[in-house]
């Protein structure tokens, strides 16, 4: 069925470094794809979103690409922040609207 | 932005209770609401699909006799855990979406936490 395959965390890095968090889907039609972030002890929020191939969502400094070629949605940001520190989540639409996620990577900021 | 209310945020109570938790659509009207379920460091698993007006669809391996879905208006679902046991332990999140179509982002409430003593 479809699923989606984030990289397993934690993350650790320091303040100002590039953050890569791969993500990948499985191929089933043209699902819109989405990156959640959920910050401790709090429900998810979106990020960003793609609907369509080539298309790139941005927000807050975070970037993603929709890459049909190569099935994955991989999110970057260039220079991560403390108040970064959160666990991410790789989605995509599934076929009764509701959302697959990903397991989650959880990403620690040092200062 | 869309906003979602999830309430309570937290809720402890004794093996047997029946413990009722609503998701409102604070800005929008609400179509179609999902309850996720997640275990600690996993992902989140979706329980049910609750569309206004009409029985909720749920997933496999998930008793709908156990968890039951109300989704009366477009802006309020309620899941209430009936007779709830240490294992029905977990964060329940809900969602929101306008519209019928899947590229609508979903909303999420904050979650509730449940601990079954």
């Known amino acids: 069925g479809d699923s989606v395959t984030q990289m397993e965390g934690p993350v650790t890095l320091s303040e100002e470094a590039f953050l890569t968090i791969n993500c990948t889907y499985t191929?089933?039609?043209?699902?819109?794809l989405f990156w959640y972030v959920q910050y401790p002890g709090e429900g998810l929020q979106l990020l960003l979103k793609?609907?369509?191939?080539?298309d790139k969502g941005s927000n807050k400094g975070f970037e993603a690409t929709y890459r049909k070629e190569t099935t994955s949605f991989h999110l970057e940001k260039g220079s991560v922040q403390v108040s970064d520190s959160a666990v991410y989540f790789c989605?995509?639409?599934?076929?009764?609207?509701?959302?697959?996620f990903g397991k989650g990577t959880k990403l620690s900021v040092k200062p | 932005g869309a906003v979602v209310s999830q309430h309570p945020s937290r809720v402890i109570c004794k093996s047997g209770t029946s413990v009722k938790i609503e998701c409102r659509s604070l800005?929008?009207?609400?179509?179609?609401m999902f309850w996720y379920r997640q275990f600690p460091k996993q992902s989140l698993m979706l329980m049910a699909t609750?569309?206004?007006?009409?029985?909720?669809?749920?997933e496999q391996g998930v008793e709908k006799d156990k968890f039951l879905i109300n989704h009366a208006s477009l802006t309020l679902s309620t899941l209430t855990v009936t007779s709830a046991h240490p294992e029905d332990s977990s964060f329940y999140i809900c969602s929101a979406r306008m519209g019928g179509m899947g590229n609508q982002p979903q909303h999420f409430g904050d979650g509730t936490r449940l601990s079954i003593l």
């Open positions: 989605g995509r639409g599934g076929s009764q609207g509701n959302l697959i």
């Open positions: 191929a089933t039609g043209y699902p819109s």
């Open positions: 609750s569309n206004e007006g009409s029985k909720a669809t749920y």
């Open positions: 793609a609907t369509k191939a080539d």
């Open positions: 800005d929008f009207q609400a179509t179609t």
